[in-house]
């Protein structure tokens, strides 16, 4: 069993930045592609970004030039560095991390963007 801890979120002024980190425990640490999702009430858990274990990154639209997204520290961890944050980013960051044969999820952690 894969347990997923997010970190970081919290209360942030527009314009500001968090970072949001993620670990994997209770299991091998390798995954294939380890990303961030994020849901506000109402809609779907939609992408924000994603990393493979070779580097590749992709980014939603919303994030791109804002938001990076790394392999932070051991194999295990995932960062999202998110800068110049808009009231609209919030929301409930989740983690996730694949490999094959399962997709794992983090409880979420939340990012609020407010004055």
């Known amino acids: 069993q894969v347990t997923l801890v997010e970190s970081g979120g919290g209360l942030v002024q527009p314009g500001g930045s968090l970072r949001l980190s993620c670990t994997a425990s209770g299991s091998i640490f390798v995954f294939n592609t380890m990303g961030w999702f994020r849901q506000t009430p109402g809609n779907q858990r939609e992408l924000v970004a994603t990393v493979t274990n070779w580097g590749k990154t992709t980014y939603a639209d919303s994030a791109q030039d804002r938001f990076t997204i790394f392999r932070d520290g051991p194999e295990n961890e995932v960062a999202l560095q998110m800068d110049n944050l808009k009231p609209e980013d919030t929301a409930v960051y989740f983690c996730?991390?694949?490999?094959?044969?399962?997709?794992?999820w983090g409880q979420g952690t939340q990012v609020t963007v407010s004055s």
């Open positions: 996730w991390a694949w490999r094959p044969g399962e997709d794992n």
